[in-house]
């Protein structure tokens, strides 16, 4: 064991930070269309220079619905596998049992908050913004690789949700506060997950041989390129989304250019965020420092 804290301290941390639904959206709550959603950092969307002010406004508010939409893809793939890893020592530790149930018990409820989120975005944005999927064809995918490397993925995830939060969000009072609220209270549960699922990499790197190691980080790097494949799509689908929201048509080469700069934001914000994070990095790096090197080394096309 690396880490200066356990299942115990976590769980108990976990129960102090705890939060309700209600404390964040409301039937009565509504986003504010004349705001953005997302962080410049996250959105990249204010550099766009062919696009007016208005027409930055509504992409940035694209992305914050792609935002949500690719969290509760994320947490669909999380909750099965928290289940999973819980299940084999139900009866040989309580505070590890208690402690991963909480996390799951979370992600279902920012699986249902997300939900809550789109359907406000979707009653008052008045275009329809379509979402890689189905959620579980993806799930399916990422399950399909080694627990490891799913661990691995699924702790950058939860990495980078506390970088967004910490050196985007936290600061930023120019973006819509219900939307800021979502992202902050996120942020609160995210950050005992991501010490949960350290604990959860530590032990299944336990006892493997290098090889064994370096056979899941093929696997961990397998699914960031399936993620990755998802997101040049994803933003292909929120220009489409642009275009009829704002009814401007987008010529061939400024289409190409917004794509691939879009792409690139995407790319920072899913993957680029949580691989330099230096908490994940410090993981990878016990578990492998050949890894970390190969990782480190790959990251900055994700920047």
Known sequence: MFTDFSYRTVLASSQRAAWQIE???????????????????????????????????VLNQIRGH?????????????????LDHARPMLDTDDDRTRALLQFASEEAKHIQLFKLFHAAFVRDFGTECAVIGPPAAIAATVLAHDPLAVALIILQIEWLTQHHYVDSVRDDRGIDPLFASLLRHHWIEEAQ??????????????????EAIDRAIDGYVEIGQFLDNGLKIQTALNLDAFQRATG???DDATRESLLARQHQALRWTYLGSGMTHARFRKTLGR?????????????????
């Open 248 to 250: 401007r048509r987008l």
């Open 193 to 210: 997950h991501a010490r949960l699922d350290t604990l959860m990499v530590e032990a299944l790197a336990g006892g493997r041989s290098r």
């Open 66 to 82: 792609e935002y949500l939409s690719i969290f509760g893809l994320v947490e669909e793939f999380v909750l099965p596998f928290v």
């Open 23 to 57: 404390d964040v959206i409301s039937p009565g709550h509504a986003l504010d269309f004349t705001l953005p959603f997302l962080p410049e950092k996250l959105a990249r969307t204010g550099g766009l220079t062919e696009l007016d002010a208005d027409e930055r406004r």
């Open 287 to 303: 578990i492998s420092p050949a890894g970390l090197a190969r990782i480190d080394a790959i990251a900055p096309a994700f920047c």
